[in-house]
């Protein structure tokens, strides 16, 4: 084996031995000439990979990251064993491949909780219009001409490659053609929750929603023991489902213990429009109607009285918060602080790329933060480790993952990110969660692995071809509209 050594380190074996720039030789990974020693008496335990890093932040909980400076994770089948300071682990650990990453932090991958994947295609092709008139007059007109089993082929392959890049490791997805965005989550291997549409009017995926129970019924069937995708139950809004399939999704729901994912109050128009069929709010009618509880993921939410927040307290509902997509349709802003007070898990979401032009949830978390401190009128609101466990464990919980994912501790699944914190915009460095928060770090995402398995290495999608993405990509920007 050819050596090489720099400073008494000597070169990770396996790693390849391509030639070195003057950046790559600064970035390559060393680990200690000398083997790991064990205690007397007691053998070094076997794993497949111990991964090193200047911070480890595992966010055990809303107020501390549980920072290791330096820290280690090691990882054995896909699953995390041990997590603390690196010199320790190293002593403990003898590991088939370490990866050090002395400039990096690493952290648990992030959980998009909505998202409509396949819109990345519309991306930028409606602006500047309020909710109601931006999808009467412009989205759902586009979606009627373009979406097929090929648009959301395209579509979702473009926003999974882009959310893998930003350090998204689960997502929950909402959109036609469902059984496509299943199959390309396992193609790509990561995680997701792709809830079936469910409307009353006739659309791309299905004639009325009779069709559309059938379909999502089956689909639920495939896929009821996978341990990547779960299906989930998705009405559009409260003012667009009848109340014969809100019932249905009641029981459906508690016989398969699914989730369901809807939009609620995502604006003042809506509320009029739910207490002009109704004769009351749409979370008073879902409350009524039963569908209040854990299985219920509420997206939006940017008006709610002080008693529909108690409902959702002895409900136990999960929220999920859209800011940027909220700002841009000039919806309304979701009260975070005064929820989470309560006792409401709120989570975060990026919505389509059709409303919101990124899948970035660190800048919703950036965003989230920022507007509460605003909303409040408090600076010390909703600090930064707060707001990044809403963009992890908050979204785990909201998805019924929280067992599985959304922190780094043994026993759960290694779905972990590195972001490396070199660029000038993250310097001087005196508060790594701070800087994970305020500057852009979905940029400077390097690695991403689910389940242990590298999806994102240096840089590099290793599952995905992105120039092909791209090319489709502009495809279909040529015939939406052309230039």
Known sequence: MQRRFRAG???????????????????????????????????????????????????????????????AVAVRDGIIVAVGAAGDL??????????????????????????????????????????????????????????????????????????????????????????????????????AQIAFPVIEFANAWCRNSEEGFHKGLALYDEYKNDPFVDIAFGPHAAYTVTEDDLDKILMYSEELDANVHIHLHENGAELEENARRYGKSGIRHLHERGLLGPRLQAVHVTQISPEEIELFVDSNVQVVHCPTSNAKLASGICPVVPMRNAGVNVCLGTDGAASNNLL?????????????????????????????????????????????????QPGKAADLIAVDMRAIRHQPLYDPTAQLLHTGSGCSVSHVWVAGECLLDDGRLTRMDEAEIIEKARGWQRRIRPR
């Open 9 to 71: 380190l000597e070169k990770t074996p396996n790693f390849s031995t391509k030639r070195l720039s003057k950046r790559n030789f600064r970035d390559f990974r060393y680990t200690r000439a000398m083997p790991p020693q064990s205690p007397p008496g007691k053998p070094l335990e076997h794993v497949d990979l111990l991964l090193e890093a200047a911070w480890v932040l595992p966010f055990g909980d809303d107020t501390d990251t549980g920072m290791q400076a330096p820290g």
């Open 360 to 408: 970035d949830l660190f800048g919703e978390a950036r965003l989230a933060s920022l507007l509460a401190k605003l909303d409040q009128a408090d600076a010390a609101a909703l600090p930064s480790a707060a707001a990044l466990a809403m963009a992890t464990s908050g979204g785990a919980r909201a998805l019924g993952r929280g067992e599985q994912i959304g922190t780094l």
């Open 90 to 191: 190293t002593r403990r650990f003898e590991p088939t491949r370490t990866i050090s990453l002395p400039d990096h932090v690493i952290m648990p991958g992030l959980v998009n909780a909505h998202c409509h994947a396949a819109m990345t295609l519309l991306r930028g092709s409606s602006e500047d219009a309020p909710l109601q008139r931006w999808l009467t007059e412009q989205i759902w007109p586009l979606e009627a001409r373009w979406v097929d089993e090929h648009f959301v082929r395209d579509g979702i392959r473009l926003a999974i490659a882009e959310m893998i890049r930003a350090g998204i490791t689960c997502f929950a997805d909402m959109y036609f053609f469902p059984e496509i965005g299943a199959a390309e989550v396992r193609r790509a291997g990561l995680r």
